[in-house]
């Protein structure tokens, strides 16, 4: 009994029968407060055939990561849906309200919002252990236990143990002439339409609140770049005023989480074909800001 016990557990963590890294482990569905085995929950679409399903290890509610990974599921999520995306799972390192809150912020549809889409299970784990599971980057020095763990994301904002961090941020600033980030715009008009500032960047209609000019088009030389200088800068300081700072009581990690170290553990995605039982995309997010690329996800698809 011993030797059949040991060989199931082998053929359960083995690539070909489920998604290994997450074998075992589980989140919270914040709609049906059911922990959900985040392997099995990989293997079926949401009417339980083979296909592809994605999962998304974001991190505290607050955080930079956390906000760009819930607002680009909203920009993309009809097209990963036309792709064959047929079940997504957002994971968020916070109790249930946080989750709800920051989805309601972004204006994300998922299984718990206004705007439902099933498509979109939000789950929380509120220490982190799914993501350190799944190999996210846990920042600098995570197991220093004298060190405040703000003073660690500090360190972190300037590159210690997240090397990622200052291009990310840098990048936000120049933009890029090559790669088109269309979720920025529609991030922002969801900041513009609920009153956040900068509330300038864009002219919205009266009527539908539908985007009419984006002035970035309107700057000399750069204003034609897929991704122009400042765009994304722009949505990032209406995240930190508006989403973190503002909501910070609401959407900051407790005391046990930030002893668990979820203030500087960084997020991840995988998107799995549970057909070719193999992974399509992986992602391990190497700074703050520095969350995957869903064109570069598109592409795999």
């Known amino acids: 009994m011993k030797a059949i016990s040991l060989l199931v557990g082998f053929l359960q963590l083995s690539p070909g029968s489920s998604y290994a890294p997450l074998a075992g482990v589980t989140a919270r569905s914040v709609k049906t407060n059911q922990d959900v085995d985040l392997a099995n929950f990989l293997q079926t679409t949401k009417n339980g055939d083979k296909g592809k399903t994605m999962l998304v290890m974001g991190t505290y509610a607050a955080d930079f990561n956390a906000i760009e990974y819930a607002q680009r599921l909203r920009y993309y999520l009809p097209e990963l849906q036309k792709r064959g995306v047929g079940k997504i799972g957002l994971v968020l390192n916070c109790e249930d309200e946080a989750a709800k809150v920051l989805a309601d912020l972004v204006d994300l549809p998922c299984d718990v919002s206004s705007n439902k889409d099933d498509t979109l299970t939000l789950m929380v784990d509120p220490l982190g252990k799914a993501g350190i599971a799944f190999g996210v980057g846990r920042g600098w020095r995570p197991d220093d236990?004298?060190?405040?763990?703000?003073?660690?994301?500090?360190?972190?904002?300037?590159?210690?143990?997240?090397?990622?961090?200052?291009?990310?941020?840098?990048?936000?600033?120049?933009?890029?002439?090559?790669?088109?980030?269309?979720?920025?715009?529609?991030?922002?008009?969801?900041?513009?339409?609920?009153?956040?500032?900068?509330?300038?960047?864009?002219?919205?209609?009266?009527?539908?609140?539908?985007?009419?000019?984006?002035?970035?088009?309107?700057?000399?030389?750069?204003?034609?770049?897929?991704?122009?200088?400042?765009?994304?800068?722009?949505?990032?300081?209406?995240?930190?005023?508006?989403?973190?700072?503002?909501?910070?009581?609401?959407?900051?990690?407790?005391?046990?989480?930030?002893?668990?170290?979820?203030?500087?553990?960084?997020?991840?995605?995988?998107?799995?074909d549970s057909e070719k039982m193999e992974p399509v995309f992986e992602w391990k997010d190497p700074g703050i800001c520095a969350v995957a690329n869903f064109e570069d996800i598109l592409e795999k698809l």
């Open 145 to 272: 236990t004298a060190m405040s763990p703000y003073v660690k994301l500090f360190g972190m904002l300037w590159g210690l143990g997240a090397w990622a961090t200052l291009p990310a941020v840098i990048g936000g600033y120049i933009g890029n002439p090559f790669t088109a980030q269309p979720w920025i715009e529609d991030a922002m008009a969801v900041g513009q339409r609920k009153g956040r500032w900068p509330d300038t960047a864009l002219l919205l209609d009266e009527n539908t609140g539908t985007v009419t000019k984006n002035k970035f088009s309107e700057l000399p030389l750069v204003g034609e770049w897929p991704r122009r200088p400042l765009e994304l800068a722009t949505l990032r300081l209406q995240n930190m005023l508006d989403i973190s700072i503002k909501n910070w009581e609401q959407l900051a990690p407790n005391e046990e989480a930030l002893q668990a170290g979820v203030l500087t553990q960084l997020g991840g995605c995988v998107v799995y």
